[in-house]
């Protein structure tokens, strides 16, 4: 079936530095994709969305890329504060006849300080 | 605003046991859904409802499982005969349109543990 996966189940990197996380999509037909931030104990937060007819897009301190061509999309957060610790899943709208999303396994951002 | 609510956060039933988990919805937003989480790993889908139409329920592991929502708002999704393998964190998201392009916001989530 249909997946959406990430690269690495746990990242580290020292405060201040930029992060990147990676995520790969299996479905071509995929138009919508979000990042989400969960902390422990808590539900999914939302980071930032990009849509297929895009392949950048800058929130606060976030930067969602779109790699169509090779089904690929990454998470940039600049200047990583321990705050940032958290859960990181990306997300897509896998099969255009269903709604919900289809969910990655998530990557663990550990900021070390 | 008030984002989505999920009650009780917390839930320890015993095997068998049937159980109904709640969720509010963000005021407005027409589409809302169920999710899973096991511990450790990505989101489930279970069941998408939208507006008056009949729901998605192409997620639901089994029988067992169920959801209503009322009035368009309100939804509760009930597990029947619990068993220790429904023990997760099961999670309401609600959408303005669901339309599979919009944000998706979720609330805190439901802790459940089948003992």
């Known amino acids: 079936g249909e997946s959406v996966g990430l690269h690495l189940p746990t990242l580290s990197v020292q405060e201040g530095d930029n992060s990147i996380i990676n995520c790969a999509y299996s479905n071509s037909a995929s138009d919508y994709f979000i990042w989400y931030k969960q902390e422990s104990g808590k539900g999914p937060q939302f980071i930032i969305d990009i849509r297929s007819n895009m392949d950048k897009r800058q929130g606060q301190r976030v930067t969602v890329l779109l790699n169509k061509t090779v089904k690929h999309l990454s998470l940039q957060i600049a200047a990583t504060q321990p705050g940032d610790s958290a859960v990181y899943f990306c997300a897509a709208n896998m099969d255009t006849g269903r709604r919900a999303l289809t969910f990655g396994s998530g990557t663990r951002l550990q900021v070390q300080p | 605003g008030a984002g989505v609510s999920q009650s009780p956060s917390n839930k320890v039933t015993e095997k068998g046991k049937d159980v109904e988990l709640r969720c509010d919805p963000i005021s407005g937003h027409t589409a809302l859904y169920w999710y899973r989480q096991s511990l450790g790993q990505g989101l489930e889908f279970l069941i998408y409802f939208q507006g008056n139409s009949a729901p998605d329920k192409s997620g639901l592991p089994s029988d067992r499982f169920s959801a209503e929502r009322t009035g368009g708002s309100v939804s509760t999704l009930t597990i029947q005969r619990t068993q220790q393998e429904d023990s997760a964190v099961y999670l309401c998201?609600?959408?303005?349109?669901?339309?599979?392009?919009?944000?998706?916001?979720f609330g805190p989530g439901t802790r459940l543990l089948v003992l």
């Open positions: 998201a609600s959408s303005a349109a669901g339309t599979g392009q919009e944000t998706q916001y």
